[in-house]
C-alpha cells in the first residue's frame, strides 16, 4: 500500500472553475501535510502547508485536512491557465524526518 | 522562503563517465538534505537522506556505490552518479528545509536533467 495516494488525473476544468484535488494518506502518526505545485521539467515549489483539521485559506487556494478520515484536499477558485500543472501532496510525521510524496494529479485548466 | 540552490541545471555525458550534481543552502544551514529522482511523468522518488558530517541513508533498491553522496558542510551536498549508464537518466532533486523555522516545508532546488548517451 501506497504512503500517500492521489488521483493521476488529469483533471480538467475551465477557466474560473473550482479545482478539487484530493489526496488520502495510510500513516496515522503522520503530523504535516503539503500540497506543491510541480511545471513540466521544473522542481516542485510549496503551495500550501496544513498541520491541524479544517481549513487553511491563502488566496485563491484552500487546503482542507482532516485526521480521523486520512484525508487532505487542495481548493483553488478562479482557476486559471497558468494553475496547469502537477500538484503533489506530501506528508511527514512530527520530526520531518521523512517526506512522502503521492503520485501527483495533473490539472488542466482550459482557456 | 529559504532557497536551495543546484548545480548543474542539466548535463550530458557518454556512458561510463561520473556526474557530480551540487545542492547548495543558500540563506540557511541544513543538517540534512534529501536526494530524489523523477522519471517523466512519475512522482518524485527518495533516494536517499544526506546527513552533514555523516554517511547518507539510503533508501531501499538504491545503490550505495552508484550514487555517491556527501554533505561536508551545512550548506552543501554533492550526489556523484558513478559509472553513469542510459538507465540513470533522470531528473535529480535535491531539498532541505530549514531547521531554525521547523515548519517542515521542503524546499527544493532547481533539479538537474541527466542525459546519458
Known amino acids: 500500500q501506497k504512503e500517500v495516494e492521489q488521483n493521476s488525473g488529469p483533471l480538467s476544468v475551465p477557466e474560473g472553475a473550482i479545482a478539487s484535488l484530493n489526496c488520502t494518506y495510510s500513516d496515522r502518526v503522520s503530523q504535516s501535510f503539503f500540497w506543491y505545485r510541480q511545471y513540466s521539467g521544473k522542481s516542485p515549489e510549496l503551495i500550501m502547508s496544513i498541520y491541524s483539521n479544517g481549513d487553511k485559506e491563502d488566496g485563491r487556494f484552500t487546503a482542507q485536512l482532516n485526521k480521523a478520515s486520512q484525508y487532505v484536499s487542495l481548493l483553488i477558485r478562479d482557476s486559471q491557465p497558468s494553475d496547469s500543472a502537477t500538484y503533489l501532496c506530501?506528508?511527514?510525521?512530527?520530526?520531518?524526518?521523512?517526506?512522502?510524496f503521492g503520485s501527483g494529479t495533473k490539472l488542466n485548466v482550459k482557456p | 522562503g529559504a532557497v536551495v540552490s543546484q548545480h548543474p541545471s542539466w548535463v550530458i555525458c557518454k556512458s561510463g563517465t561520473s556526474v557530480k550534481i551540487e545542492c547548495r543552502s543558500l540563506d540557511f544551514q541544513a543538517t540534512t538534505m534529501f536526494w530524489y529522482r523523477q522519471f517523466p511523468k512519475q512522482s518524485l522518488m527518495l533516494m536517499a537522506t544526506?546527513?552533514?558530517?555523516?554517511?547518507?541513508?539510503?533508501e531501499q533498491g538504491v545503490e550505495k556505490d552508484k550514487f555517491l553522496i556527501n554533505h561536508a558542510s551545512l550548506t552543501l551536498s554533492t550526489l556523484t552518479v558513478t559509472s553513469a549508464h542510459p538507465e540513470d537518466s533522470s531528473f535529480y532533486i535535491c531539498?532541505?528545509?530549514?531547521?531554525?523555522?521547523?515548519?517542515?516545508?521542503?524546499?527544493f532546488g532547481e533539479g538537474s536533467r541527466l542525459t546519458v548517451l
Open positions: 506530501a506528508v511527514t510525521p512530527y520530526n520531518f524526518n521523512k517526506f512522502y
Open positions: 544526506s546527513n552533514e558530517g555523516s554517511k547518507a541513508t539510503y
Open positions: 531539498s532541505a528545509r530549514d531547521p531554525v523555522v521547523n515548519t517542515g516545508e521542503l524546499f
